[in-house]
């Protein structure tokens, strides 16, 4: 199989609490990897070791080992400013900086070194288009960010991770604070999204992870239960625990 | 305690095992028209045959709406589809069986060739059948379902028995063309009520163990 990511073995502590117990996992190039599981399983913990976030987090550890491409992450000479670009990261609450939409995506081309004025507005006006925010707002590109929607704010802020050409998405619950519209977008562009990205999403509503993800992983208690294909896991899952789970049967 | 989920999960089965036993009833009433030249009893049949009709929509509109409301997934999701499935089968059921009981209205009290012997034991071999497949939904016991399955050649081998049988008779006298045609379509009937079964029990499995089974031969003794 053509993995783009490879967990092994992985766990992670936060000072003597351990969030993730020995993690083995593959994600497909190019594909959409949900995880589930309930509150505090660990799924946000366990996305923050794929782009090494959690590092910031004093008194961690971590254990086991991430592949990219091959290549170890938290190996000796790994250079984590590099990773951060190819790992592009979505939360939940949107995060536009206070400046106006064109430099909220220019920012992050003029640090990874694009000088090029051209260049930038061309790499704006294609990542606005990928979002499809690019009818709604390219005639207010020098307002501020702040005065979009929700729903614009977080489309917004997948076209500046997606600036910078990453290789990965990691989205944590990405569209559990938008309207019902705002979600089909952004479930509309994950799809478009993995023909050029791996995208891993968190997500705790069972109806978007199977209609968005190609496989899903469900976590419980810092463990990885199950990971299938998604048409697998929501019709006939191997283990009861999983079943329980997305029938809403957890008690 | 039930959830609603559970509860509405609870309805659909309650309907569905209130249509298995109307169709046992059809199946078994409609033969025994058929033996006793009973047109009162053959009128019940085709006018109970309205109730399946009408739980077959209920049931249907429950089944939708809970894919509607509760997106179910997993063993609730293959239920439920199942359950719709299997809403269809028993329903064509009632109708086969209302076709037996319109050839008992067309002998019309007529003396019988010879007391019936196959026929009413394909009724039995069906409604067994029948009760087997939701025994095995309640017990979830996917083997129960997969006997069943098997039984349904013992139909398939009755009916061809039966229709040579007839066959026969017809080429030896003209007066009795018309009665021996009856007959074979009621065994014909029987055994189309045998390919139905087949079906519930086919998606019985799909709905324990997450196999679709169909078109797929149960074991090498199986053509
Ligand atoms: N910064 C932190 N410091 C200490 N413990 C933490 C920290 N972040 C998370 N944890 C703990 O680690 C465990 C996993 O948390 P995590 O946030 O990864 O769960 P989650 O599956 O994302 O939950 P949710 O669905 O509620 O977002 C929890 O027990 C949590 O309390
Ligand atoms: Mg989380």
Redesign the interface.
């Given at each position: 199989m053509n993995n783009k990511i490879t967990a092994s073995d992985v766990c992670f502590y936060y000072g003597n609490n351990q969030a993730i117990k020995n993690i083995n996992l593959a994600v497909e190039k190019n594909s959409v990897l949900a995880l589930i599981g309930p509150s505090g399983c660990g799924k946000s913990t366990f996305l923050r070791c794929i782009n090494r976030m959690n590092d910031i987090i004093p008194g961690t550890k971590i254990t086991g080992e991430i592949k990219i491409d091959d290549e170890s992450i938290y190996g000796q000479n790994f250079d984590v400013t590099n990773l951060r670009r190819r790992v592009g990261m979505v939360f939940q609450k949107s995060n536009p900086f206070p400046q106006s939409i064109f430099d909220n995506i220019a920012y992050g081309l003029k640090i990874n070194g694009i000088k090029d004025k051209y260049e930038i507005e061309r790499i704006v006006e294609h990542s606005l288009k990928s979002t499809a925010l690019w009818d709604e707002v390219k005639d207010r590109l020098n307002k501020s960010a702040m005065g979009l929607s929700g729903g614009q704010q977080q489309r917004l802020c997948i076209a500046r991770t997606i600036a910078v050409q990453p290789d990965v998405i990691l989205m944590d619950e990405p569209a559990s604070a938008l309207d019902p519209i705002s979600t089909q977008k952004i479930e509309e562009l994950i799809q478009t999204l993995k023909e050029n990205f791996t995208i891993m999403i968190v997500t705790h509503n069972?109806?978007q992870a199977?209609r968005v993800s190609d496989y899903t992983a469900f976590f419980y208690m810092g463990e990885l239960i199950e990971v299938n294909k998604t048409e697998i896991i929501?019709?006939?899952?191997d283990k009861e625990m999983?079943?329980n789970y997305?029938?809403?049967?957890f008690g | 305690m039930q959830?609603h989920?559970e509860l509405e999960l609870e309805q659909i089965k309650i309907k569905i095992f209130e249509m298995a036993d109307l169709s046992i009833e059809a199946i078994i009433d409609s033969i025994e028209s058929l033996k006793n030249a009973d047109i009162t009893l053959a009128n019940k049949v085709i006018e109970k045959d309205k109730l399946i009709d009408k739980l077959e929509l209920d049931i249907d509109d429950e089944c939708i709406k809970f894919l509607v409301t509760r997106?179910?997934?997993?063993?609730?999701?293959?239920f439920v589809l199942a359950m719709l499935k299997i809403n269809t089968d028993l329903e064509r059921i009632g109708d086969l069986s209302t076709n037996i009981a319109k050839e008992t209205i067309k002998i019309d009290g007529g003396a019988l060739l010879k007391p019936l012997i196959d026929i009413p034991r394909m009724g039995e071999i069906s409604v067994s059948m029948i009760k087997q497949s939701f025994d095995a939904i309640t017990e979830k016991d996917v083997e129960k379902a997969k006997d069943v399955i098997k039984m349904d050649n013992e139909l398939d081998e009755l009916n061809l028995q039966i229709y040579r049988e007839l066959f026969t008779y017809m080429g030896e006298s003209t007066r009795h063309v018309s009665q021996c045609l009856s007959l074979i379509l009621v065994a014909k009937a029987l055994e189309r009520i045998g390919d139905h079964i087949k079906n519930i029990a086919e998606r019985s499995v799909y709905y324990i163990?997450?196999e679709d089974i169909r078109h797929k031969a149960v074991n090498k003794n199986m053509s």
């Open positions: 069972m109806q199977a929501f019709t006939k899952p999983t079943e997305i029938t809403g049967k | 959830t989920l997106q179910p997934a997993a063993s609730d999701l293959r163990e997450g």
